[in-house]
């Protein structure tokens, strides 16, 4: 490559550099809610070699123009005091919930109203994936929302978005959402 070409292509980088916004987004919801699965759809992965995350995995995803750096937690119960370890600088939470796992309606509830009046969480826009909606027992996310008292929540943006993470319908929504959010948090 000469100097000039050598010239342009740093030019290209830089200026693709300064148009792509990194996110910073943590993923979390109860163990099977489906978290991992929607994760590895966004980066169109095998989805049939899924097993219970024991740790967390991390994914860089480009959506929208944006460089999503998405952290997956897992959601068992003895794993959940460790989520606090990854909330700093996050920009965005996504909270995925089994819409068909009634009996634990209550228990993701608490949970997500816990993470909700973390410091470090503080006005940051969050994402609700009504996850599972292929399900016949699966409850419409309008529903989910009122229990989840979504609407009390004033001091951030929020969206509920009713998805199937297996086959991908509703997670692009979610996505444009976020993007969306992101950008005009960013103005
Ligand atoms: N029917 C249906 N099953 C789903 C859907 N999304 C995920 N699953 C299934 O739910 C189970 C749990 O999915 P995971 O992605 O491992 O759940 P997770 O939230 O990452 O769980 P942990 O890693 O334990 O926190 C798997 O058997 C998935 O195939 C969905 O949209 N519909
Ligand atoms: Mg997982």
Redesign the pocket.
């Known amino acids: 490559m000469g100097e000039a070409e050598k010239g342009l292509f740093s030019v290209i980088e830089k200026l693709k550099a300064s148009t792509e916004q990194e996110v910073r987004i943590v993923l979390l919801?109860?163990?099977?809610?489906?978290?991992?699965?929607?994760l590895?759809k966004l980066a169109s992965e095998d989805?049939s070699t899924?097993?219970?995350?024991q740790g967390f995995n991390i994914k860089c995803v480009a959506s929208n123009g944006m460089k999503l750096n998405v952290w997956?937690?897992?959601?068992?119960r003895q794993?959940r005091s460790f989520w606090r370890k990854y909330l700093e600088n996050t920009d965005l939470l996504i909270y995925?919930i089994?819409s068909?796992d009634k009996k634990r309606f209550e228990e993701t509830g608490q949970e997500l109203s816990e993470l909700v009046m973390e410091e470090t969480l503080k006005g940051v826009p969050i994402l609700v994936f009504a996850?599972?909606?292929?399900?016949a027992t699966a409850s419409p996310a309008s529903e989910i929302a009122e229990g989840l008292n979504l609407h009390t929540y004033r001091d951030r943006e929020w969206q509920i978005q009713a998805?199937?993470?297996?086959?991908g319908e509703g997670v692009q929504d979610g996505m444009t959402w976020i993007c969306n959010s992101f950008c005009n948090l960013k103005k």
């Open positions: 919801g109860l163990d099977n809610a489906g978290k991992t699965t929607l590895k989805l899924i097993t219970p995350t997956d937690i897992g959601g068992q794993i995925v089994d068909a996850n599972k909606q292929d399900l998805c199937c993470a297996l086959s």
